[in-house]
């Protein structure tokens, strides 16, 4: 079975987020990027899938030089090769039909990529690789068995889980549940050390378009500061969110 | 030309999401002088939707079309969104949208928007306001395509009645094949889900352990809310995973969100701040979460939630 992994580069969840250019770029001046969370935990099923079933895992990203550290990381952990596709992710479309272009010319069968990325939360990458593919899709996947060509997989749906069969070849959007937290990997020093000898290969892009673009951002308005209600008396905090708040 | 809005149900139950969706397409609607159309698939009874706008109701009934399939329902939206000459078609944030949006953009050619918080601020160039880096900020998307789809942020826009005449027809939809067969579904059933909550009652590890639960489901029943709660909670197995709400859980947009011994981690924050009221119960006047809060009480949970409970049954009761 060949995995591709999908990776998307993003700041680290404790980052402050702000603004240059009259607010219309990312500051990323003092953030530190790490490997999505939510690929995090596909990397580590491919991973299983690597050494209980023989699979190879490629994983890649759509971005520029800056996102190799990152792609290097997932080697460390145990990703056969990378593949970073020389150009700007302007857009979840632009990205997703490049991705495409690297999944049918490398014949993959099953992707893996994270339900959302926590940059730009577009939650729509995978659906969009999964359509242009024309591969089956499962999304909010939390957990998957292959055999063969055929997979068995649990995804959430409001309120609970489904329990879902399908064929290879097939684009996961997963979360945690895919693999458990605790399992998750983390490089150790061989890991990084071999990742360094392993190959990174550069493709320039189909020159996809984008069909979105960012004129400006914004911060959330400051919020005003707490009311305190004294624990004694907690009828006044009934009173405010009765009639002030006006939510209960 | 017109708006297409995508009503979803569970069940043959419209979501509540469903009525603000359409509450939001009758107004941009309006923006584009175009007409508004909703589909529904296998909805008991689409006439309520007349009351948020609705005109022209069109309904698809297929039993091959439950439960929900990404695919099937994107082809089924992508019949009508052509048959209807839509130019922008508006979807909820459920579950089921967010796999949905996605296919319809690539079968329409559309760009597409979503966790969109507000009417389009330009028709052009369309503009709409999202939700970005985990709820931290915003971005001000232009959509370039002639074709554009919305996903439109749950209790972002709110539900707005606007009584309407109109028709409701039957939609002959081809259906598609899915790729997916559907085994089981487990649903918790008799609970209100996050998804789904005006109020959500959260706990964290303050609560110092599983067996201290009871009183926050009450609370939360009191209040008719679902219960939720911090990472380490789940990670440490004290409640479900599917509980668990922040950046890398759950999106909590609830009317009011109740946190209980939860210090306020930026994490966590990032996924309940989209809340519109939020109320913090913890010992520590330091805790982080006082600074994002906007009611709070300084106290001890376990002093402080039993007496809220009798407080608010009595309070329901007057
Ligand atoms: C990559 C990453 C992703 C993460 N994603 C998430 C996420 O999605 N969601 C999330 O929640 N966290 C997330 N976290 C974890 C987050 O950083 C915090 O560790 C976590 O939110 C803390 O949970 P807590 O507030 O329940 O526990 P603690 O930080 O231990 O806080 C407990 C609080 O309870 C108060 N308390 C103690 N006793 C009482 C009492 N008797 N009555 C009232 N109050 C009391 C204390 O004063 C304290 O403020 C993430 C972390 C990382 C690194
Ligand atoms: N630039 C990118 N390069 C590679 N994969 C990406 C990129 N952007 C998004 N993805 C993948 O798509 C998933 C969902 O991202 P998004 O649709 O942007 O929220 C991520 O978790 C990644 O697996």
């Known amino acids: 079975m060949k995995i591709l992994v999908c990776i998307s580069h993003v700041p680290d969840t404790t980052s402050k987020i702000n603004f240059t250019n009259n607010d219309a770029e990312f500051d990323k001046n003092g953030v530190q990027f790490v490997i999505n969370p939510y690929d995090e935990f596909c990397l580590t099923r491919a991973m299983w899938f690597k050494e209980k079933q023989g699979a190879t895992v490629t994983v890649v990203n759509v971005g520029g030089t800056e996102t190799e550290p990152t792609l290097r990381k997932a080697l460390a952990i145990g990703a056969d090769d990378a593949i970073r596709v020389n150009t700007n992710p302007a857009d979840g479309f632009l990205v997703a039909k490049e991705l495409a272009a690297v999944v049918k010319n490398g014949g993959y069968d099953l992707v893996l990529a994270g339900k959302e990325s926590a940059d730009y939360n577009g939650q729509m990458v995978p659906g969009m690789l999964a359509s242009l593919t024309d591969f089956n899709f499962i999304n909010g996947c939390v957990a998957m068995e292959v055999e063969g060509t055929s997979v068995t997989a649990k995804r959430e749906i409001d309120g609970g889980n489904q329990t879902v069969t399908t064929n290879l070849p097939l684009v996961v959007g997963g979360q945690k549940g895919i693999v458990e937290e605790k399992d998750l990997r983390i490089p150790n020093m061989r890991g990084i050390m071999m990742a360094r000898k392993k190959p990174l290969q550069v493709l320039e892009p189909t020159g996809a378009a984008a069909s979105t673009s960012i004129s400006s951002f914004e911060k959330p308005v400051p919020k005003g500061a707490v009311k305190l209600v004294d624990a004694d008396n907690l009828d006044e905090l009934i009173n405010l969110l009765h009639n002030e708040a006006k939510v209960i | ?318």
């Not at chain 2, 948020?52 to 969104?81: E, H």
């Not at chain 2, 796999?99 to 319809?104: D, M």
């Not at chain 2, 913890?282 to 979460?289: G, K, Q, R, V, W």
């Open chain 2, 1 to 318: 030309m017109s708006v297409l809005v995508f009503a979803d149900s569970t069940e043959g139950k419209f979501k509540k999401t469903a009525f603000e969706v359409v509450s939001y397409g009758k107004k941009v609607a309006e923006q584009l002088e175009s007409n508004l159309v909703v589909l529904t698939i296998n909805a008991t009874d689409a006439s309520e939707l007349h009351k948020y706008g609705a005109t022209k109701i069109l309904t698809v009934a297929n039993d091959s079309l439950s439960p929900f399939n990404a695919k099937q329902y994107a082809a089924v939206l992508t019949q009508v969104a052509n048959k209807e000459n839509a130019t922008v078609v508006v979807v909820d944030s459920s579950i089921d949208s967010l796999y949905l949006a996605p296919i319809v953009a690539v079968n329409l050619e559309a760009g597409y928007a979503s966790n969109t918080v507000a009417l389009p601020t330009s028709t052009s160039p369309f503009t709409v306001k999202r939700k970005a880096f985990s709820n931290k900020a915003f971005s001000n998307t232009v959509i370039t395509t002639d074709k554009k789809i919305i996903g439109l942020a749950k209790n972002s826009f709110g539900i707005h009645e606007n009584p309407a005449e109109g028709t409701t027809e039957n939609f002959d939809a081809e259906i598609a094949t899915s790729g997916i067969k559907s085994e089981s579904i487990e649903r918790v059933t008799g609970k209100v889900t996050i998804a789904d909550a005006d109020t959500v009652v959260s706990a964290g590890r303050g609560l110092k352990g599983p067996e201290n639960w009871p009183m926050i489901e009450e609370l939360a029943e009191v209040l008719n809310a679902a219960t939720a709660c911090s990472k380490p909670v789940s990670d440490l197995g004290w409640r479900p995973h599917s509980e668990h709400v922040g950046q890398t859980g759950k999106p909590v947009a609830s009317n009011l969100y109740i946190a209980i011994g939860i210090s306020g981690a930026i994490q966590h924050l990032a996924g309940i701040n989209a809340s519109k009221v939020k109320v913090v119960i913890n010992t520590d006047p330091e805790a982080p979460f006082f600074k994002a809060a906007d009611y709070g009480v300084v106290g001890d949970a376990f002093e402080v939630i039993p007496q809220l409970i009798e407080k608010l049954k009595a309070f329901k009761a007057a």
